[in-house]
């Protein structure tokens, strides 16, 4: 049985309800609605000015919405400042990848366990025993996801002097360290190559499945989100344009007028 077909029947994970974004009289959304269900992999697509930036930003609270909500398990999330927005298992990577550049991989992804810990600094400056075996257990974690994304080689290299596909998975690696519930990709082939993309799927997939997390991806490149998604919700112009299978919005006709092209162009 797959992913989507496990999702069917139960409540949803994330819920966005009639989402609209207004900036200065601008309506970057108008009315969006959908589900997303543990488990998924959801591709939200659409040209540029569709949205799907704005939409994304609203999920991990760096906009307000004008109006709608955002549930998370049954519970709004817009009450949630963005940097307590990792604490209830929301993470994301940056479309523009956003690395402290001066340090390493190592400590780039360390910052990623911030939202589940709960040291203090009356506890830090003291080192009392709690926090060296919380800082063990950080540690452990940290090696594990650098093993897991093949990142280990560079664990002790500056960022700044890395290739921008392996800053990528550094970022990605430290949106692991906090245990996200959803992982929010912005465009995560952008600047890769073909046989860079072709591994990201891949990884994309197995990252769902062997970490049990549900996965919203944001995306151009359409060859990755059709052939991993297991549900497309399409926007143009700020409205909801289409939804459902990848099979079933490939064939919209809107759809395809609007960003896919037709076999005729």
Request: aromatic share 4%; net charge negative.
């Amino acid at each position: 049985m797959t992913q989507a077909q496990l999702a069917q029947g139960t409540s949803p994970l994330l819920a966005v309800r009639d989402v609209s974004v207004v900036f200065g009289g601008i309506v970057a959304l108008n009315g969006v609605s959908f589900d997303m269900h543990k488990g998924q992999i959801l591709g939200l697509i659409g040209p540029n000015g569709a949205g799907k930036t704005t939409l994304f930003n609203c999920l991990s609270r760096l906009y307000q919405p004008s109006s709608g909500d955002i549930l998370m398990e049954g519970v709004s999330i817009l009450s949630r400042p963005p940097h307590r927005i990792a604490e209830i298992g929301i993470g994301r990577t940056f479309q523009n990848v956003a690395l402290f550049p001066n340090l390493s991989v190592m400590d780039n992804v360390r910052v990623g366990t911030h939202a589940r810990t709960s040291s203090d600094i009356i506890s830090d400056s003291l080192r009392l025993a709690w926090i060296r075996r919380s800082e063990g257990d950080v540690n452990k974690k940290v090696h594990e996801i650098l093993a897991y994304l093949d990142l280990e080689d560079v664990a002790h290299t500056v960022v700044a002097g890395l290739p921008f596909g392996t800053q990528k998975r550094v970022e990605l690696a430290r949106a692991l360290a906090a245990d996200p519930k959803i992982l929010l990709l912005d465009e995560p082939a952008g600047g890769l190559n073909h046989e860079e993309v072709h591994v990201l799927a891949d990884l994309i997939k197995r990252i769902r499945d062997d970490r049990h997390m549900t996965v919203l991806l944001v995306e151009h490149h359409m060859g990755l989100v059709m052939s991993i998604a297991d549900h497309v919700v399409a926007l143009n112009f700020g409205k909801k344009l289409a939804e459902g299978t990848p099979a079933q919005v490939q064939a919209d006709p809107d759809v395809i007028k609007a960003y896919l092209g037709s076999k005729d162009q």
